[in-house]
Nanobody, 126 residues
Framework: QVQLVESGGGLVQAGGSLRLSCTASGGTFSRYAMGWFRQVPGKLREFVAAISRNGGRTRYADSVKGRFTIARDNAKNTVYVQMNSLKPEDTAVYYC???????????????????WGQGTQVTVSS
């Protein structure tokens, strides 16, 4: 069973950048499709970005397309999301998620993922 730990959150001004990392342990990382989600208190968790096992396929929410980039380093058991041009509405707790799969599947639905990290807070001030 894979364990996920996010890091890299913090406070940033609007227009700034952050890079979140999610490091996996306890499993063969390259067997998992990975995703990033975010949640604001009182709202449902929403999809941000996802990446296939080998990094060849990615998907993004429309709200972050062109600003966020998801990537992975299977040798380091880590998935990243580079977040540029941050907006106050990007403020949320960001979670990474993992789902074992085959081929180049990419998953955007929260219910697909079996494994989740504890989350890291991102706050964007105006």
């Amino acid at each position: 069973q894979v364990q996920l730990v996010e890091s890299g959150g913090g406070l940033v001004q609007a227009g700034g950048s952050l890079r979140l990392s999610c490091t996996a342990s306890g499993g063969t990382f390259s067997r998992y499709a990975m995703g990033w989600f975010r949640q604001v208190p009182g709202k449902l968790r929403e999809f941000v970005a996802a990446i296939s096992r080998n990094g060849g396929r990615t998907r993004y929410a429309d709200s972050v397309k062109g600003r966020f980039t998801i990537a992975r380093d299977n040798a380091k058991n880590t998935v990243y999301v580079q977040m540029n041009s941050l907006k106050p509405e990007d403020t949320a707790v960001y979670y990474c998620a993992a789902e074992p799969t085959i081929g180049s599947n990419v998953f955007i639905e929260e219910y697909t993922y079996d494994y989740w990290g504890q989350g890291t807070q991102v706050t964007v001030s105006s």
